[in-house]
């Protein structure tokens, strides 16, 4: 009796678990993966950093996602190299996974450009962890704006910067301004959550470049038509502790900064030894294979693919339907039959805004404000991992539309020691010595331009700081 071929797939995403569901009817054997133990949803998980959502609502385990796929089995790792010569996959503390197929959906990471420091000042939103750590800066930010005396301190930490104008940065700017605009409403008394400053930084000429542009600028007024403060064009060129430094030496003084900008392949997609675009993305072959390894597949955020002349949007319907073609290759070698190139199908580009707002290009009609909302509704509750998940999510958004009131607005303390509670590091932050003690007046900071806060959401005029 022949050995069952050996399928190995590394990462348990959006990708690697369709892949994994659709070879459990298949004579093979399958291997799952990852580094962690269950499956994100990463589309919701801007609104576990505005406490909106609680982690477990957006997540799934993976051994119950596969308990009826017989032959698969899940293991908990993360991988360290891959020798595609010998067919083995490297898993940390000295393991070896022999493969006859591999499927690699390991997605990507966070990018900084090549300023690795910002990222202590400015965290991105890509794991669990990022969101709660985030939700934590947030909510720790309006803590000490109440504790805070000075008016020109407390502007600091009533003021939010949002790095980047793709989906991630559109919706956690129109999150954060409900957040402060109605769910924190009277719960303060020495300033008014009202008073809260978004200011969205964007390199490119206009937010969503991905959408079509007429909805791309309608976005952009809905979104200041609620107060949040847009700068296109403006690639940042500094980021610390106490703001951000962009475009031609304009500054924004901000206490908490949110990096939603970039992100790089999975470092794996070195280990290949293939063709890399200059993103660091795979090229692959016509079926997905890897040139000169046609029993390896590359699929998901990993790959650059590029349809009418186009690049393929990373976005979870690009890993869903990779991973049904790499499987359906699979599934053709194992009748000898002859493979065939993977086509991309676009089902459509949404991003919301806040309650009743949203943009929709749906390939055939576009839409805008609540029938867009209610089209990214539904279709995030029926791809929502779980159907307890779905239940909860449900009844978790429909408290908050009748209440504006948030179920999640819970501090967790920082592992790190420095960072517990409101403790070493904003009380050191507060006493900044560019801000000047209590009482004094700030050093002079006349050569630089500052973004100044404004009355109406139309234009960012630049002004000297003012100090009154």
Known sequence: MSRRPHVVIVGAGFGGLKAARRLRRL??????????????????????????????????????????????????????????????????????????????????????????????????????????????????AFEAAELEPDPERRRMWTTFALIGGGPTG????????????????GEFRNFDPRSTRVVLVEAMDRILPGLHPKLSRMARRELERRGIEIQTGQKVTGVDALGVTFGEGMRLDAKTIIWTAGVAVSPLAKELGAALDKKGK????????????????????????????????????????????????????LRSRRRSRFRYRDKGYMAV??????????????????????AWTLVHLIWLVGFRNRITVLA????????????????????????????????M????????????????????????????????????????
């Open 170 to 185: 559109v919706e956690l700017a129109g999150a954060l301004s409900e957040l402060s605009s109605k769910a924190m409403e």
């Open 353 to 374: 805004i806040g309650r009743n707002a949203a943009v929709a290009d749906l390939r055939f009609i576009k839409l805008s404000g609540t029938p867009a909302w209610f």
């Open 282 to 333: 795979v090229l692959v072959e016509g079926d997905l294979s890897l040139p000169g390894h046609s029993n390896v597949f590359v699929i998901g955020d990993m790959v650059h693919w590029e349809q009418n002349g186009r690049p393929v949007a990373d976005v979870a319907q690009k890993a869903l339907q990779m991973a049904e073609h790499a499987t359906r290759m699979i599934r053709r070698d």
């Open 27 to 140: 004579p093979v054997d399958v291997t799952v993966i990852d580094r962690r133990n269950y499956q994100l949803f990463q589309p919701l998980l801007y609104q576990v950093a505005i406490a909106a959502l609680a982690p477990n609502q957006i997540t799934a385990p993976i051994r119950p996602s596969l308990r009826n796929a017989r032959n698969t089995r899940v293991l908990l790792g993360d991988v360290t190299g891959i020798d595609l010569d010998r067919r083995l996959v490297h898993v940390a503390h000295e393991r070896s996974i022999p493969f006859d197929y591999l499927i690699l959906a390991a997605g990507s990471v966070p990018s900084y450009f090549g300023h690795e420091e910002w990222r202590e000042h400015a965290p991105t939103l890509k794991s669990i962890e990022q969101a709660l750590d985030i939700r934590r800066r947030i909510l720790l």
């Open 429 to 468: 932050s507060l006493n900044d010595s560019r801000l000047g003690a209590p009482g004094q007046a700030p050093p002079d900071r006349s050569q630089e331009q500052y973004i100044k806060p404004r009355s109406k959401p139309t234009g960012l005029p630049l002004d000297r700081p003012s100090l009154d």
């Open 396 to 427: 978790d958004w429909f408290w908050t539309y009748i209440t504006n009131r948030r179920a999640a607005r819970i501090i967790i303390p920082s592992a790190r020691p420095e960072t517990r509670a409101l403790g070493r590091e904003e009380q």
